[in-house]
Structures are given as C-alpha cells and as structure tokens.
C-alpha cells in the first residue's frame, strides 16, 4: 500500500549568491533580498512540503584558498540564515523553517532565547539543522579546534542546555490568571545551574514554555559519530546513502538502533534521504540528457574544475586535465568527503584529473536506478519504491528560487499527491506535529 511520505526543500548553497553563473539571475533575482525566497517558500508549502532546510557554513576557509571558495561564489559570500528565517515565516502559514546552526557559534543561553522566540513568532514552525564544522571555530575564538568527535560532543551538551532551559518553566509555572492577576507562579521555575564541560551557565530562560513543543532538532553528519549524535538528540536526520534497498535499510536499522541506545524509539525520528532529481517532460529527453552527459566538453568539465576547486579548498583550475591529479596536492585539511566524490575507486596515480571529472558530470537514468534524472512518473516511483522499504522522507536539493522550484515540482507534485505519497493537508498546529502526523 501507498504510504504517505514528508518532503523538505534543502537550500544547499545557503542563503547566498546561488543563483550566480544561472540564467535565471537575471529572473529579477536579488540574493541579499528576502523577496524571491518568500515567493518560494509559499510555493513548496502550496505543493505540501514539510519544510525548508537551509545550509549554511559561517565560514569562508583558510586564508590561502578564500579566492577559490569566492571567485565562482561557490563557497560564499553567505549571509546567516537563522535570521532570514523571520521573513519565510511571515510569508507562509504552515511550512517549517530549518536553519543550520553551529553550537561553537552561540552561547546556549543566547541560542535558546532567540530560538524560543522564533518558535513563538512562528506558530511552532521552527527547526534548527545542528552541525559540527570545525573549520570555523577560529571565527569564534582563538582556542585550538575541537576534533570530530569532541566537537560532537560538544553539539550533544549545546543542545542538552537549550532544552534545560526551554524546560526551566515547570509544569503549572504560567499562570496567566486575569482574576487574580498572576501572570506566572516563580517558585515553579527551575533555576538550572549547569557546569558542563563545554558550557557554564545558570537559567531560568526568562522566556515562556512552548505550548506544542519544542523547535525540531535536525542533522546531516554521516559518521558514527555522527549517527550516534542523531540517534540521541534528531528529530529529522539527514541521509545521505545510494537508494539501494540493502543501504537505504541498513542506514535506517543504524539510526533507529543509536536512538534505542539511547532511550528513544525508532519512530522519534524522520530519516531523510537527499536527492537532487533533474524531472524532464519525456523518457526521450531524459535519455537524450544522460547520453550528451557522458561526453562533456572542456568547458563543463572546467566548470566541474572550479566547484571542486572551492569544495576541496584545493585549486584544480590550473591543472593539466590530460594527467593524473599531483599525489601531493591533497593537504590534510581536505575533506574526504568531497575528495572521495571526485576520485571515486579510480586508481589516483594512473587517472587523468579528465576521466575524474568527466565521471562526476555522468548523469544516470532514474529509470534504471543509475542516476536522477527522469520524468515525474519515473521519481514518483522511486520515491514509492523508497516508502515500501519503510522510508519517512526525502529531502529534494536546490536554489530556493521559483525557477528551480518549478522546474522540479510542476509535474511532479500532482503525481506525488495522485498516488497518495505526499501531503494534501497541514494540521495546522507547527511542525513537529506535521512530522508526526505520519
Ligand atoms: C543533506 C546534508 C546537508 C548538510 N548541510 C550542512 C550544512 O548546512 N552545514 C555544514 O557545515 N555541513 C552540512 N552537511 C555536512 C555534515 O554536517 C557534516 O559536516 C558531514 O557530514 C561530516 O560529518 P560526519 O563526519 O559526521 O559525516 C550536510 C550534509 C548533508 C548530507
């Protein structure tokens, strides 16, 4: 049977420059203006999404390699998205809005003030997408680093204290009695005196309790550690994982058996798989696409050259693209992550940088499970094929512009809503409870 499955838009490039290099800048398209973005947002919560979750990364890199990350605006300028957040609020009535925020960024005590607001000014609609990039902890002070993990544990404390202090309002606490005129009972607040090892700091928050709960904690990181992060503290993890029913399975069974680990049921929390479709209107086009993709000329590979330049913080720009990629090009601080997406299991002393990159602009065929491009029907497939495997979401990748929300969800938004597999209805009371509503 068809189950009914939660759809977020992932504003992947953040709330910057992403439309540059586009046609559709000239689209009337202003980045540092919340207009276009408003526009969107009502149109995704127009076809049922559950929310928008928008990337965000507060820092430009090391010094050496900012010119990369800057040139094509692949890696910034960005602006902070926590604060953008206000205005799709206001342009919406039910959607969520997922902000990405780094705990080394906020003082608990400020984070959860500001947050408690936003969740009242929003009708319960927040969410925040906890990261744990260590790479900008230089911005925030001059202490060395935390590693990967610690800087997880660090996350688990940050978020442990938002919820202290959301939850320094004990039960009974606000009383709002205009008889006797007792606004709120203080004897019932819980002064919170926390020492951490990350954080020090007393409460009350002078804020008042949620009355449909608290924003929605969110997460992306990949790693055991990362999952065992998810597990204890998410209420929406995002996956990453080939859409291969073994992995899609085994990723679900690793979340949901961190989150019994650590006391919470596997229904706590909504896996969410990332994909970014390319939805054309025929099989013919899909076919031709897939077909040019696998012959790119130098200037898409070049194009390809330069993204990777600013993911890698490395310059391949000025490479020969007929040799193999120098041995000791890759420093320390570049990410495997991204460099495995470049290499793949290519033999690295025998490949030219040509064959990486002509690899990476290869699209595949939804049809077939090879890639993601293909015709509404085709995705709508996929995406039922995901939910008989037990799957809770997807998370579709782009611009939050109406170019490219069209593009994706024209078509196939009637075909997902035909089939039952995505929501007609909002319940009207935030989004934790439209998570949960399914
Ligand atoms: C869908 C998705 C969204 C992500 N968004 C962000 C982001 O906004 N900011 C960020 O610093 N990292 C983001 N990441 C990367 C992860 O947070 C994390 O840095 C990475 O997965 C490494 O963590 P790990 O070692 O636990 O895998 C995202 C990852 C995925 C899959």
Do not use: C
Not at 47 to 73: K, N, Q, W, Y
Not at 375 to 392: K, M, R, S, Y
């Amino acid at each position: 049977m068809t189950r009914p499955q939660h759809f977020g838009w992932f504003l992947a490039r953040g709330f910057g420059p992403h439309g540059w290099g586009h046609p559709y800048l000239d689209w009337d398209y202003d980045w540092t203006r919340p207009d276009l973005y408003q526009q969107s947002a009502r149109e995704l919560e127009q076809a049922g999404f559950d929310f928008v979750l928008i990337e965000d990364a507060p820092s430009l890199g090391s010094a050496e390699t900012i010119d990369l990350r800057v040139r094509h605006a692949f890696g910034g300028p960005k602006l902070d998205p926590l604060l953008l957040a206000p205005y799709l609020f206001q342009a919406t009535r039910h959607l969520g809005v997922i902000p990405t925020v780094n705990p080394a960024a906020y003082l608990p005590y400020t984070a959860a003030r500001q947050f408690a607001t936003l969740q009242h000014l929003s009708g319960d609609r927040l969410g925040l997408n906890v990261v744990t990039d260590t790479g900008s902890a230089r911005h925030f002070s001059d202490a060395a680093p935390l590693g990967h993990d610690a800087a997880y544990d660090r996350a688990e404390e940050w978020v442990t204290s938002l919820r202290e202090l959301w939850r320094s309002w004990g039960e009974g606490a606000l009383v709002r009695d205009t008889a006797s005129g007792v606004y709120a009972d203080g004897t019932k607040l819980d002064a919170v005196r926390h020492r951490g090892e990350h954080f020090a700091f007393d409460g009350p928050l002078n804020a008042i309790p949620f009355t449909r709960g608290e924003p929605v904690i969110a997460s992306p990181g990949g790693s055991g550690r990362g999952l065992a992060f998810a597990g204890a503290n998410s209420d929406i993890q995002l996956a990453l994982a080939p859409l291969h029913e073994k992995s899609v399975r085994e990723y679900r069974a690793k979340i949901h058996a961190a989150a019994v680990e650590r006391g919470r049921a596997p229904s706590d929390i909504r896996i969410m798989f990332a994909i970014q479709p390319v939805i054309v209107a025929s099989r013919e086009e899909a076919d031709r696409l897939v077909a040019a993709s696998a012959h790119p000329d130098d200037t898409v590979l070049r194009h390809l050259a330069q993204r990777q330049s600013s993911d890698l913080e490395t310059d391949l720009t000025a490479l020969d693209l007929d040799a193999p990629l120098p041995a000791e090009l890759f420093a320390e601080n570049v990410s495997h992550g991204s460099l495995r997406r470049l290499v793949g299991d290519r033999d690295v002393s025998a490949t030219p940088l040509r064959a990486h990159l002509t690899a990476l602009a290869r699209l595949g065929r939804i049809s077939d499970r090879s890639g993601f491009v293909g015709t509404a029907e085709e995705f709508a497939d996929l995406i039922e094929e995901l939910g008989e495997w037990g799957n809770d979401g997807v998370l579709l990748w782009g611009d939050l512009h109406p170019v490219t929300v069209h593009r994706t969800l024209d078509e196939l938004v009637p075909v997902l809503r035909r089939r039952g597999i995505l929501r007609r209805d909002y319940t009207g009371q935030g989004l934790r409870a439209d998570l949960r509503a399914f």
